[in-house]
């Protein structure tokens, strides 16, 4: 390894204890109001992590171009699916959407429920600050 250089000489301080840590980063983004759809205001913490879960649940994936391949939910693949099928893959969907978000630590307490031909996902989500409870509904099959 080739020592680092600084004003005052050598460097001996490792050279990542300057990187931020994304799990101690605020998340500091705007509010959104979704009932009257605007946004106003900031948030942080707790709400800003549910904020960015909810709007991960209701985007689809690889729908826009502005977000990654990693956003968003699949939802729509279970639509035409057997039930039995579509449990688990709801399940795997959504967590796997939700999980890629470093503040959300796990899921716990997933259920997957239909009324009729509209399918429910709900789960509490143990984030950093603390535990969120998120909830998704939709037709899940025809």
Known sequence: MI?????????????????????????????????????????????????????????SRYEHLI??????TEWNLVLGQDRLLARPELRRLVSDALLQDERIQE?????????GDTASFSCSAVTIYGDVELRKEGIASV
């Open 107 to 115: 899921l716990r307490d997933v259920e997957v429920l239909w009324n």
């Open 67 to 72: 977000y990654s391949a990693d956003y968003g």
């Open 3 to 59: 020592p680092a250089i600084g004003r005052s000489g050598p460097v001996t301080a490792s050279l990542e204890a300057n990187v931020t840590n994304p799990e101690t980063s605020p998340g500091l983004t705007y509010r959104m109001d979704w009932e009257q759809k605007r946004i106003s205001g900031r948030v942080d913490g707790l709400e800003a992590v549910k904020q960015a879960a909810v709007k991960v649940l209701q985007t």
